[in-house]
């Protein structure tokens, strides 16, 4: 049996259109997801969202963040859709 | 700003943006004779339609973080240009109400047009709002989300 | 104009420059959500010495009509903008009054940008006016009036 | 003897400057010089103007003209000083 990843409690913010597919606007969840990519994308599958990664930014704890960065437990995650400010 | 007459302001409103008031914080420096002023106003019609109402929604601790961030870096770019306001607004809007006033003020003319442009256009492309339009007809989308490209990350 | 609801307007004047009342003219047609406005103010500082007073004289006649000339000329450059206003004052002013106000207003920012830009380029070039500043020394004398080059003629 | 040049009556305005050393806004005068460039020069020597006419712009009737125009009877002439509107 392989090493088990570890189990990490984040709380996940949405906004605009997928604030409106998730239904919601703020979730805490448990992920065992490596990267913010790995995140998103256990996410879009379970949820169905429209919107591809590589149309997201995505931030966390407020900051800008890369796709690559790993999930730090505790943080706030934002997938941020294309924006449309002005 | 160590000058205590200059203007730093970059702010996520959502109550009126008020640019009468606005346009006299740039206006306390004296020295400053060049003020170059952007209002972004919802439009009637948009995509060939007519419009009866934007929703801004924004994420505002980044967008301000962020929209803090262009400011400085126009103060950075136009070195002339020594007082400089950005606020965005939020919520529900409806055609000829301000959206977003950009102001900037120096000496001279020339870093201000420039320094006023830079900020809109990084305010476009750069902080984390987002608007949902709706028609007359009753059709409502979200402007931008499926089509334009995501925020280049830092 | 054949909208009623678009603005056009040059004009010199001597009373005091409503900025505020002036960019509600701009802002009528609410299919024109890009408003850029330059306002030229009289600063307290001019070639390192302290000023008192400005006074602008013009040539008001030939002012108004190539005043006019340079707002059509921006109206057929930037084909998307549909009101334009420059108001240029006269007599005396001090530091911190408005001496220019031009506001161009366009359904996109860029063309908006751009026409403020023409204006004002072209009223301080072309436009018969002229400034006799007086610093907080008594020393006075006519701003350019040597230096520059003249009015390129037609 | 040779042909007498006609007189013409015309209205000169001065402004910033060229009013100043003129000491006067409006003058009507009678002129013998043909363009406008040869009357700026009589004016000029006549009164000290510190001005050259290449430094300067000139009007006709509320119309920006060119030196080499033709003086017209009853017209209103502007010496232009360098502009510095804004």
């Known amino acids: 049996m392989s090493a ?9 913010r949405y906004f605009a259109l997928l604030r409106e597919e998730r239904g919601l606007d703020l979730e805490e969840i448990d992920t065992t997801a490596h990267t913010l990519e790995q995140l998103y994308k256990e996410l879009a599958n ?28 505790g943080s706030t995650i934002v997938f941020i859709p294309p924006v449309a400010g002005g | 700003m160590t000058n205590i007459d200059t203007s ?13 008031s606005l346009s006299e914080d740039l206006r306390t420096d004296k020295g400053l004779g060049g003020i170059v002023i952007f209002e972004g106003r919802v439009r009637n019609q948009s995509e060939g339609k007519e419009v009866l109402k934007l929703e801004y929604e924004s994420y505002k601790e980044l967008a301000e ?12 770019k136009y070195a002339q240009v020594k007082s400089v306001i950005c606020i965005h607004g939020e919520g529900e809007m409806e055609p000829g109400d301000l959206a977003v006033w950009v102001g900037a003020a120096s000496p001279h003319r020339d870093e201000a047009f420039q320094a006023c442009r830079y900020v809109i256009e990084a305010v476009k492309h750069r902080l984390p709002i987002w ?9 409502a989308h979200w402007v931008n989300c499926r089509e334009h490209h995501a925020i280049p990350c830092n």
């Open chain 1, 4 to 12: 088990q990843a570890p189990i990490k409690h984040i709380k996940v």
């Open chain 1, 46 to 73: 379970r949820y169905r969202f429209s919107l591809e990664a590589n149309s997201l930014a995505v931030s966390q704890d407020d900051n800008f963040a890369a796709w690559g960065d790993s999930i730090k437990d």
């Open chain 2, 8 to 20: 730093f302001n970059f702010e996520i409103r959502k109550s009126k943006i008020d640019a009468q």
């Open chain 2, 65 to 76: 973080s962020e929209g803090k961030k262009i400011l400085k870096e126009a103060l950075a």
């Open chain 2, 131 to 139: 608007k949902k339009e709706t028609f007359k007809t009753g059709e």
